[in-house]
C-alpha cells in the first residue's frame, strides 16, 4: 500500500481538478478500480479517483508487460 500511497503523491502535482475524470467522462469503473476504492476507503480513503485509476492502470501495464498476456477489459479497462 505504501507503494500505491508514494505513487500517488508523485502524482499530486495534478492536482484535485482531475479528480474524477474517468467518472466525468462516463467510463464506468472496472473490477480493479472498484477494488482500489474498497481497499482505499478501508485504509481511510487518502487518495482521489483519478489517482487511484492511475494506479490501476499501471499494474496492468506491468503485468501485460511481464506476462505478455492481455487482461479482459471487464477486469481491467
Same mark, same amino acid.
Given at each position: 500500500?505504501?507503494?500505491? =500511497? &508514494?505513487?500517488?503523491?508523485? &502524482? ?5 481538478? @482531475? ?8 467510463? +464506468? +469503473?472496472? !473490477? ?7 481497499? @482505499? +476507503? =478501508?485504509?481511510?480513503? +487518502? ?13 496492468? @501495464?506491468? !503485468?501485460?508487460?511481464?506476462?505478455? &498476456?492481455?487482461?479482459?477489459?471487464? !477486469?481491467? &479497462?
Amino acid at each position: 500500500m505504501d507503494a500505491l =500511497k &508514494n505513487f500517488a503523491s508523485k &502524482n499530486s502535482s495534478q492536482g484535485s481538478a @482531475n479528480t474524477g475524470n474517468a467518472q466525468q467522462s462516463g467510463e +464506468k +469503473k472496472d !473490477y480493479g478500480d472498484k477494488i482500489a476504492s474498497l481497499v @482505499n +476507503k =478501508k485504509e481511510g480513503g +487518502k487518495l482521489s479517483d483519478q489517482q487511484l485509476e492511475t494506479g490501476t492502470d499501471q499494474a496492468r @501495464n506491468m !503485468y501485460e508487460k511481464a506476462t505478455g &498476456n492481455k487482461i479482459d477489459p471487464k !477486469y481491467s &479497462n
